[in-house]
């Protein structure tokens, strides 16, 4: 492979395809590179799924205003993308007065960085708010939101791909030279060649940095971990709760986040680590998130819990600093065309369009393309047979007999949805990415029931053998072969 690209992109994350989606409004050659073997393989695919509103951020700084920024402009996206969202309010819980002021002291700078709606509230407003909720009072956020990651990423590279840019899964950067006015980027399957280089490379943007000769930044990977309980969401809590915060924390605390397919999240707690990719579980840390959730919801059961999930933080800031440090959005100055995203943590997903179209300006001014104008940003998500009427469900079953076979029962979704999973626009084949677009083994059975199912229906409509099915990435080869 020897492609030449105006843009090339390192990272297929939120930020990465928000990039590639915003660069594809011009009349640009757009490359995204990726080691994983989907997108949202990184930080976009395990995080809290909340849209934040850009209160915890210190004023003044990017994090602050491309906070604000992505929050303001995230409800009509998902409109533009088809990803599910839902304005659902946040809840920060008190239990004393110090707490209370913690709190206070946070509305006042939710106000400075330009935040509206943010309210002190009692304890009988807590808990009309949400009724199971322990807690002295709170602060209200009306404008924090739910979505889901994963399909908005996969809805940006979508369309990017719709609109021109082009996806290239299963290369990771090992190498980038200057080559004349182009860089020359050496990935595990070959070289891509391009005049601007983004570096979107999430835990590892400051190895890419380094690469192209920019040594001085270091990410410590912070890890997060997650319960996630069954549909409970409904029963118990409508709205995401989140403790006060404590100063030199490097996450949030842990919280209790509704999921938009209904579920509760439990975490994330913050461990620093030495692998940036260790999404290791540990019971103990298990036990610790269950505690912090039944001190904000006295009613929850363990029984509720049905599996397990971490994530790692790109921090810029040591273990010993603690905190936060700003986002690095910038052009290098010591290597023109070299644009450097460094430290995208929380809240990048929220700030993923916001920070898309500082780095597209940066482009347009060293490129300055044309515009492109057949660029269409809407895009079309499956079709969710269960959130249908009983009328409009007759209907597709009559254009479509696979609508009428269930295969995941926990949650309902038919054939259809999974083989428009496997069609999906990336080429990706793998069970994760199945289970994300069309939300298969996510239920309590865990992929118990319709998991070999789905692997039929890839072999007997798609002619893969099982024994290449993977998991997510290559090695993670579920089977053996056929046994009956
Ligand atoms: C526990 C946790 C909770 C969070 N909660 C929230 C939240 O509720 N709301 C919010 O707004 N934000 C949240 N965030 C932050 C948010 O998830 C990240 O800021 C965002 O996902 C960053 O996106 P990204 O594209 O920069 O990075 P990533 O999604 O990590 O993408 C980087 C990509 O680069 C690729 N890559 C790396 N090295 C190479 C290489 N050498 N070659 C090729 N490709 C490479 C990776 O495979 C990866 O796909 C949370 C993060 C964590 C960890």
Redesign the pocket.
Known sequence: MNEQFDVLV???????CAIARELSRSQLRIGV????CD??????????????AGFNNKPGTLMAELCVEGNENFEALCAELDVPYKKTGKLLVAFDEAEMETLEKLLRQGEENGCKGLRMVDHAAVQKLAPNVGGFGGLYSPNTAIFD?FLYTVALAENAVYNGARFFLN????AVKKDGDLFAVT?SQGVFKTRVLVN?????SD??SAMVGVDEYHIYPCR?EYLILDKIANDYLTIPVYPAPTKGNS?LGIHLTPTIHGNLLVG?NAEHINDHLDYGTVSKTQDELFAAAQKLLPALQRKDVIGAFA????KLASPEEGGFRDFVIKEEPSVPNFIN?VG?????????MPIAKRVSAMVQGILQPAPNPDFCGKHKNIIRFAEQTPERKAELIAQDPDYGEVICRCQQITKKEICQAIENPLGVKTISGIKYRAWPTTGRCQGGYCLTRIVEILEKEYGVRVEDVAYRDEGSELFAGRVK
């Open positions: 390192v990272g297929a994350g939120a930020v990465g590179v990726d080691k994983g997108v949202a393989a990184g930080a976009s695919g395990r995080n809290s799924a909340v849209v934040h990651p290369n990771r950067v090992v990935t979107a490379a999430g835990m590892f190895k890419i997060g996450g994330p994530g790692t933080r790109p995203l995208i943590e929380s809240p990048g997903m929220t700030a993923s």
